[in-house]
Structure formats: C-alpha cells, structure tokens
C-alpha cells in the first residue's frame, strides 16, 4: 500500500476505539453490497489489493483475472445478462487502460458496467511529477464512458457509487468509470456517520412510458403494411420482456428476424422466424419496426441493396417503427417514420393493450413466400451440413454444436472469430433468450474467456465456446481462470491454423504469412497445463463424444477441433467492408 493517511473527511466526532471506525475500502465494499452488487471481476495490485481481499472476506465473490481487458469482458456481460452494473476492479495507468477497452465495449453495445480503478496521488499527477503509475485516468475515461466520477473524500463514496449505479443501467445502458485515488481508501471516518453517507438507490432503471400517440402512430402504420417485419435487437434481449415480445409477435402473426443476440427471445426454430431468409425479407418489407436494434452497420444502415435500394446508399422504400430508450437514435441513419421512445417492457405492453381488440394477421402472400424461401433454404442447409468431409470443415463441425446445443438450451453459447462467428450464428439454432453472447457491435476479437466466466458465475449454467484460433488467443490465458474456478466451460477451437483461413503466403518466403499461425497447433495441451480436460478432435464424432462428456462432467475441457485450413473466407460475411479484398 501506498502512504496511509490518518484521517479525514468527517466534523463531529473524533474516532475513540477501532471499532467504531470505517475506512474507504469498507465504505467502497458497504456501499457495492446495499446495492446488491455482489460480484467483482477484477486483477489486484497497488493500491486495490486490500480491496479484493476485504471484498472477499466480506463475502463479495471476488473472481481474479490474468488480464484487466478480460475482466472487464467479463463485468460487461454480467451486465447485460443481469441488468444490473458488471463491476471491473483494475490497478492504475496500465490496468486502467488495459479494463479501458472493455468500458468501451460496455458504452458501444449499451451494456451496464462500472469500471472502478484506483489511481495515483492527485497532486502529483495533476503538477505531472511522475508518480507511480501517473495517469489522469478520469480524462482519459471520459469519452469512452457513459459518465465518469472521482471521489476524494470516504464520505463521498456513498454518492459516487449511486450515481455511477444510475448512469450505468438508467435510460441507455452504457459503461460507467469511477476513479478511486489511493488516498481515499486508508482514509479512515467515523463508522455510524459513514454509514449514514451510504445510498441505496431506489429504482435505479425507473420504468420510461412511451407516449400514447406515439404508441397509435405506429400501430396504424403497421396495421396498413402488406409485408410488415420486426426486428429484435439485442436491447430486446436486455429488457427482459421476453412474454410481451412473444405475445407481440405471435398475436400479429407478423415475421421477425432476430439479431446476433436476440436469437432464441423466440425460439430460432419458431414458424414466424425469418433468419434462414433474411435476404428475401430485408429488401421484401415495407413496414418494419425495429425493436432494441439500431440501424448501424450490421443492419446495412437501413438502406442499399441489402434493403431493396438501387445503389449502396439508396432507400429501399421501407417505412420504419423505432422502439427505443433512447430519444436521439431514431433518424441516426434512415428515416424513422413512427419514433416510440421507452423502455422495451412498457413499449411492447402498450401495442398489446391496442392489439388485444384484434388485429388481421399479414397478408398470406407475404408469409407463405417468406416460408418458401425458408423452406428451401433450410433444405440446402441440412444437405450441407449432412456431409462429412475429412478433414472435417466448418459445416459438419457445427453441425456437431448444433445438435449438442439442442439438447443443453439452457447453455450459454459465447462465440467469436470470423467464420467462426458467421458459420455459428447461422447454423446453431438457440431456444431460449439470453444464451447468445458474441462479439457485438464492434464485432471484436478477445470477448471470449471474460463473456465463460461471467455467464458461468451468474447463470450456473454450463457455458459452450465456439472460438476461432485466432478469437481465442486474444484470452487464451484465461484457460487457468477456468480452471481455478472449476467453471463449467467447453471451449471448441475451430482451428483452420489462422485469421480467416491457414494458407496465406508471404510472397518472399522470408517470414509465415501475417494471417496465419503454427500449423497443428494443440490448444488442447494449453488447457492440461491447468487440470483442465483437453481434446485433440478430427472427426465430428470425436467433436460430439468430448463435447457431450465436457457437458456431463461439468469440467472445464478445451476442444481442439481441427478444421480444414482451406474452409474460410477473407473476413468471413464482410467481405465487402474490407478494403483491399475489394479491390480483388
Ligand atoms: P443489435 O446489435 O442487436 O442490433 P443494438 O446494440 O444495435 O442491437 O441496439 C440496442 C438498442 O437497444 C440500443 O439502441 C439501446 O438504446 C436499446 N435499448 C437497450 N435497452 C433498452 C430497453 N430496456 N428499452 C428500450 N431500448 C433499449
Ligand atoms: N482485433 C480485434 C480486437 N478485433 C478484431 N475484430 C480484429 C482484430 C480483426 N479480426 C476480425 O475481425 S476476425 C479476426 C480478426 C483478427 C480473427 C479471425 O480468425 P479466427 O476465425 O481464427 O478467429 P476464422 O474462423 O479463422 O475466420
Ligand atoms: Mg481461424
């Protein structure tokens, strides 16, 4: 620990016995505990250790990482399966910027997470006297935050802490940064009256009532629409809403098209379910109400040819409903022509209250040739996925993954990588909300051991990773983790030796091409070095018998399944967002 200051921060009275006393570590952990926030991820070191280790004693659950950016993963997604703030612990400077990363992935996918660092003395820092580990940590936060809060005094950890727990689940959910200085945790107070300075805030997400015209606005537009769609976004997931949302959508009758991670709110396998023809229904539409989903890049911004436009910027004619928390999204890309801001739960239960009077289903037209396409689609699917190439590729591998998640529905599957990714989310079907957690709307690299732990810890289910080689490296060290918690974890490697595919060159022979890796590589090994179950697979029956055994055992088991090198594509479904590929 760092200089111990005596005491400050409280008039009154002067502390007579020890026990009558509190310190800013304690009123730190009091305050996380009023509120319910009983779990931190985090990587101890100066000045936090002591505050790992009392949050331990005082019954937090305090899970240690090998590094912050996984632990912030981690908090991230504890939020949005909870709804309540993922907590990240981190050291000064270098932790601090390692968990940074993380609190941005929390404010971009609109996910709760407060990123608590400990930083150096301020005067130091603010006269740039170089201090251990100087940083102005709070500057630095800001623009990646939602908001960002330093406390000073131990009697203002009461107030940070509320504040920093409604910024971070209220409206749109985001990542929140509270920078603790070194000092404030030996500060020492009074323990009655730091106990008064404590808040347990009350509401903390108050519910958002859309407005009533708003409401009528929409349902008139999509009561007049010859091929209505809606499409669930991972806010859908998040708002828990998960009776209204079916209701809405089987009392229409209207087709839905789940994003990433709002698949399975309704069961992917459902008959209203549009994914296997996505692109028939996109440009087809021409009322579609997006439900927790913006129209960023994963949704071609909301026009192009992916909509039915002419050129790459082009309407395609659609009209839009917008459900969202947020105000200043709707317009953020495409008209919106029937905006309805609110939170989901309240939203949805609004259009059933107008819907329950009766509603005319869509057009038959509509939703017989949607079902054609998916038909088809499916058909061609299954046939693929039926064959069983040596070596084995990305198909029949999860096709393997398809069947074990079928009979484990209330697994968590976490998935990144490229193919890896884009062959997952299409071909394993989820069934219930909530299980699919991935690389989100910056489609980054590096979510994947912090999401195992996380989604182990507070769900108690079993977690299935479907992991590139590459995604996978960007945690990989957190196999100990795994393994240390005893956590209840299946990692599958999909190993085609590389980024994308393992068969690039570099033209001069000098050097391994930069996507590709060493060829053959035992990730499998990685996992043993910790007592963890590790298996070398190459068939996908080898695949199924270590998958299903990893599921029953419960133990933590990487599976190292070998796919052909050859199998990927450049960027696997974006292609076109890549520049040089273009060119090609
Ligand atoms: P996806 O990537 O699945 O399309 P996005 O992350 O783009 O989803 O969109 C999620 C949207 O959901 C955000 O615009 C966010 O404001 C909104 N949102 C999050 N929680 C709620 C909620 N409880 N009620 C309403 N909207 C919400
Ligand atoms: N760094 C980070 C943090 N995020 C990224 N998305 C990337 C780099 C770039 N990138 C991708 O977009 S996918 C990917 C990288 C490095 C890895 C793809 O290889 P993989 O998957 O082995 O994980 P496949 O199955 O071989 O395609
Ligand atoms: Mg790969």
Redesign the pocket.
Known sequence: MGTVEPQVASDAQTPDSKDQVTDGFQLVIDALKLNGLDTIYGLPGIPITDLTRRAQAAGLRVLSFRHEQNAGYAASIAGFLTQKPGICLTVSAPGFLNGLNALAHATV??FPMILISGSSEREIVDLQQGDYEEMDQLAIAKPVAKAAYRVLHADDIGVGVARAIRAAVSG??GGVYLDLPAKLFAQSIDAELGKKTLIKVVDPAPKQIPAPQSVRRALDLLKGAKRPLIIL???AA??QADSEIKNLIEKTGIPYLP????KGLLPDTHELCASAARSFVLPGADVVMLI???L?W??SHGKGKTWGGKGHKDWGGQKFIQ????PQ?ADSNVRIDAPVVG??GSCVSAFLSEINSGWAKPPADWTSAIQEKKTSNVAKMAETLAKNPSPMNFHSALSVVRDIVKANPDAILVNEGANALDFTRSIVDMYKPRKRIDVG?WGIMGVGMGYCVAAAVVTQQPVIAIEGDSAFGFSGMEVETLCRYNLPVCIVIMNNNGVYKGTDTDPTGRDPAPTVFVKGARYDKLMEAFGGVGVHATTPAELRKAMEQAIRSKKPTLINAVIDETAGTESGRITSLNPSAKKK
């Open positions: 996918n609109c749109r959910p976004g991972k806010g998040y708002a994003m990433s991670m709002a927790g989903a913006r960023n994963l949704l459900v969202d928390i947020s999204e939170d989901i709307t």
